[in-house]
């Protein structure tokens, strides 16, 4: 079954202190992994798709990167505006749905 | 370019009852996923509609049922509320489209719907 976890579930940062958070993924036949941020009482905004290991993106001072096991979500130079949680989700070939991971709450101190 | 729509924004119900949550979704858009977000969770698949049809189910009982109008605009309701109902309720449109084609699979939310069951 396929299967997302996020670590770590929480992650406070001084402002201007690089980061990574991590997604550890299980799936049967990747079609896709996402990168979602997610504000209080807000949906999910999409940041990022990846697709096959080796592939990354970046978007200001974020930066995402996949391997055949893990996603990595680079923060660089983070400011208070980028605290949210960070949702990543995978699509398998199995499946029509998109799983997601619990998230990390990430909180960047002025 | 509207986004997604979802009503109503905040709810309270009593257990037992019924709820029927509404979302429009986005123009371009033909597929149409249901989650349910507990506190602090991740959000958690319910269904997904193609073209009218279910094309998808997580683990979730029967009283969660939903309908996609020709407009692809979509509801879910819930029979029977129970506590454990008590959550955010997201809508996410997508493209949809052929299988692995850039961009399909790119989820669209909503603000979603936060229900109260008491």
């Known amino acids: 079954e396929d299967q997302v976890t996020q670590s770590p579930e929480a992650l406070r940062l001084q402002e201007g202190e690089s980061s990574s958070l991590n997604c550890s993924y299980t799936?049967?036949?990747?079609?896709?992994l996402f990168w979602y941020r997610q504000d209080p009482g807000k949906g999910p905004e999409f940041l990022f798709t990846l697709y096959s290991a080796g592939e990354e993106k970046e978007k200001e001072r974020l930066k995402a990167t996949l391997t055949k096991k893990e996603s990595f979500l680079h923060i660089t130079a983070p400011k208070p505006e980028d605290s949210a949680t960070y949702l990543c989700?995978?699509?398998?070939?199995?499946?029509?749905?998109?799983?997601f991971g619990s998230g990390t709450r990430l909180s960047i101190r002025p | 370019e509207t986004g997604v729509t979802q009503s109503p924004t905040h709810l309270i119900k009593t257990r037992g009852q019924q709820v029927t949550l509404r979302c429009s979704s986005q123009s371009g858009h033909n597929t149409v996923s249901w989650y349910q977000q507990a506190l602090g969770q991740g959000p958690q698949f319910i269904f997904q509609y193609y073209r009218e049809e279910e094309n998808g189910r997580g683990n979730f009982p029967p009283r969660f049922s939903g309908l996609q109008f020709p407009n692809y605009s979509s509801e879910l309701n819930v029979n029977a509320l129970e506590l454990d109902d008590s959550a955010l309720y997201l809508c996410?449109?997508?493209?949809?489209?052929?299988?692995?084609?850039?961009?399909?699979?790119?989820?669209?939310f909503g603000a979603g719907s936060r229900l109260t069951v008491l």
């Open positions: 799936v049967s036949g990747l079609r896709g």
């Open positions: 996410a449109s997508s493209p949809g489209g052929l299988a692995g084609a850039s961009g399909a699979n790119v989820l669209t």
């Open positions: 989700a995978v699509k398998g070939s199995s499946a029509s749905k998109i799983i």
